[in-house]
Structures are given as C-alpha cells and as structure tokens.
C-alpha cells in the first residue's frame, strides 16, 4: 500500500509538469490550430538560461524570474517574426518552421552550453518531505508551483478584460475583430505567455531528469499526450489529462510485468493511439461540427 501511494504521489508530481505542458501545447493550439513541436525545446533554452544566470551569482529566484521574463518576450518575438508572417501559409509549410526552430534552438543550445550534462538546483531540496519516504519536498514544490499557476491563469483568464479579450480571439477571431479586439497581438500574447509557462515546467523538472539540450524531449511527448487525453479544444482537460498521464505512467511502469522504467515512454505514444480511437476530441474536449 505504501509503495503504491508513494507512486500515485510521485505521479502526481511528474503530472504536474505534464500538465504545465499540456497547457502550454494547447495555448497554442487553440490559437492557431496547430501543435508547436518546438515547445520543449523552447522550455529548455528558458532552463539554460536560468542555469546560466545562477552560475554568475544569482540568487535562483532572480534567475527564475528573469527566465520566466525573457521566455515570454522570446515568445511574442517568435511569433511575430516567425509565424506571423506564415499565418496564411500551407500547413507542410507551418510545419517544417517548427521543427526548423525544433532544430535551431537545440543546436544553439548545445553550441553554447555544450552537450554535457548539468546539475540544476532546486529551490525545496530534494530531501523526504515531512521525514515522510513518500514524496520529496521537491516532488511537494512542482505540484504546489503548478497549482499556484493554474490559479493565477485561471483569475486571468475570467476576471481581467485582457484575459477575456484572449480567450475571444481564441474562440471566434472574426467577431472578436469586428468589436475591436486586436487578435494578431491577442495570439501573439498567447505565445509569449504558452513559453513562460513552459519556461517554469523546464526549471521544475530540471533538478530530476538533469538539464541538457534534450532534457524536454520525454516532457514534451507527456504533455502531449495529455493534451489529447483531457482535448486540445479545453485548457482545464488538457491539465488534468497532464496530470493523469503522469498517474498512470508511474503505475504502469511500476506494477505491470515486464513493462519496466524503460518503456514508460511509450505510455504516452499509447495513450494518443488510444484516444485518437475512441475519442478524437479528447475528454474534456468539445466536438467541433463544421457545415459544408
């Protein structure tokens, strides 16, 4: 029983990156249909740049700010430089931009902080929470930064006129231009804030897997199973489906024969196949009919 609560517990805890993942991936989506397949890496670069940061003497939080800070405005600054101008493009075309990006910022990456793997510091510690063998204060700390984040996001989105602006530009951008909202900037907004939460994901979880170019490879392919789990039309199912994916990937790799650590990754690829099939939309998601 222990060992199976300590694993629902750490689940939980790797789920709440997914999550932040999750809703990163779908951020984007929604604004402008399609999956960023950069996002990962987006994550990473903000984690080095954090890592960076604190080895010239800055204090974490400082580093963690100022990460979460240049995350966003490199994210409005892709999209208007990048993407705006592909807005109208093919989708081939759209695609091949993210994985040039996917590509360029790896390789940038690695070029300057090289390949070698680096220790990332966590701001709880890694020791048992509580004397308890059951959860890390670090394991603790992802679960309650994700929290506090949704939270926030959440009041965003359904208190301020600006959060409500986004979401209509999201929903429907004809009307939303027709009472004003400028939607290139809402969309554009979308992107800077879909990196910084991708920026916190990348700093949370790099004091476990270790920070590297392709530290977030793993991470992204768990978000976006969760994405499609919860739908990729629904912020909310998209991060409980981060979140269950998380469950069910430490249960799986724990409790099923023959399965092992190794193959969890797998897990994720299983669950897209498994809700492609019998949900496309997702949970969560809502069922988009289009007249012909």
């Known amino acids: 029983m222990e060992l199976l609560l300590q694993q629902i517990l750490a689940g939980l805890a790797n789920g709440a990156i997914y999550a932040l993942m999750a809703l990163a991936v779908v951020m984007i989506y929604q604004a402008i249909d399609h999956l960023n397949f950069a996002q990962g890496e987006m994550a990473m670069f903000a984690t080095f740049i954090a890592w960076q940061l604190i080895q010239w003497g800055q ?26 101008p592909i807005h109208n493009a093919p989708i081939l075309a759209q695609l091949i931009a993210f994985i040039a990006l996917f590509s360029i910022l790896n390789s940038s990456a690695g070029e300057i902080w090289n390949f070698t793997i680096k220790t990332f510091p966590s701001p709880f510690g890694m020791e048992p929470l509580f004397g308890e063998r059951l959860i890390s204060t670090h394991e603790a700390g992802m679960i309650g930064v994700t929290l506090v984040i949704l939270g926030l996001l959440y009041l965003f989105f359904r208190g301020s006129r600006l959060g409500l602006a986004m979401r209509a530009a999201a929903e429907n951008p004809d009307s939303a231009r027709l009472v004003g909202i400028r939607v290139g900037w809402m969309i554009a907004l979308g992107w800077g804030m879909s990196a910084a939460i991708g920026a916190v994901a990348g700093m949370m979880i790099a004091p476990v897997v270790f920070l590297e170019p392709n530290m977030m490879l793993g991470v992204l392919l768990y978000g976006f199973a969760g994405a499609v789990l919860g739908g990729l039309t629904s912020p909310g199912g998209a991060v409980a489906g981060g979140f269950a994916v998380g469950v069910i990937e430490n249960l799986a790799g724990t409790f099923i024969p023959y399965f092992g650590r190794e193959l969890k990754l797998s897990i994720a690829l299983a669950v897209i196949v498994a809700v492609l099939l019998v949900r496309p939309a997702g949970i969560f998601g809502r069922i988009v009919v289009s007249r012909v």
């Not at 580093?63 to 208007?80: D, Q």
């Open 59 to 84: 204090p974490y939080w400082v580093a963690f700010a100022a990460s979460v800070v240049v995350s966003f405005l490199g994210g409005i600054a892709i999209e208007r430089i990048l993407f705006k």
